[in-house]
């Protein structure tokens, strides 16, 4: 949207738990990010699979990196990996 | 028409052309997804319609939207719908209409008081909603054309309208 936008987008759905177990650690490191929320049906999830392959959520985008990935767990593995010192 | 007089609404307290239109921040809803942005984000990226209207399942906002479809307006610019419906009723709308336009959801009616365009609905209790209002702004969110209703329903020039946005 705006240039000044974080660099780490996450794409979720409300109320979702995996989608917040990603938010937990990036608040717990204090990480910038910004979400886009999308459609409870999985057939609707049209942008997600063209980001990331596949329909699921959370997925995120991280341009610091350049790395796009799906699934809470690889999420978080990423995270406490790339940014070990964060926070 | 009909042969009645048409409920008229309370003065308002609008802001006027050569003003410049507060910002905000909302959940911005597209055809795939909605995220927080910023009206003043929109406005950088040029001039904005800017159309508060009835909550989406009300007569209203169809026909305004529809005309505005019809007479080819968000091809011409940015428009933007504001109204108190949730993300969710603004996908469907947005898809179901074909209009090919962005909606704010601002369900506490925060923007209409910011704008001076609350609608308190008679016998909807706690329900306050935007009335319905259209402004043309340029990049740095100054007013070019305004229209605010005045009666209860009461519904743009979409002509005036089209013609205000394709004169820069």
Known sequence: MSDDQPAITLYRLQACPFCERVVRVLEEKGLDYH????EPMHSDRDVVKRISGKRTVPAIVDENTGVTMSESANIVEYLENTYEGAA | MVDFEIVELPDHDAPAVGDTAPDFTRPLVEDEYWEDASLSDLTDDGPVLL???TMDGAFPATYIWNNLRDR?????IQAVGVSISSPYEHKTFLAERGVDAKFFSDPAAGIATEYG???DLDD???ITEHRPAVFLLDESREIQYRWVAEEWPD???YDEVAAAVSDP
């Open chain 2, 124 to 126: 909807m209790a706690g």
């Open chain 2, 72 to 76: 080819g307006v968000p091809d011409d």
């Open chain 2, 155 to 157: 519904f743009p020039d």
């Open chain 2, 117 to 119: 365009i609350e609608n």
């Open chain 2, 51 to 53: 159309v508060f209207h």
């Open chain 1, 35 to 38: 979400s886009r929320f999308v």
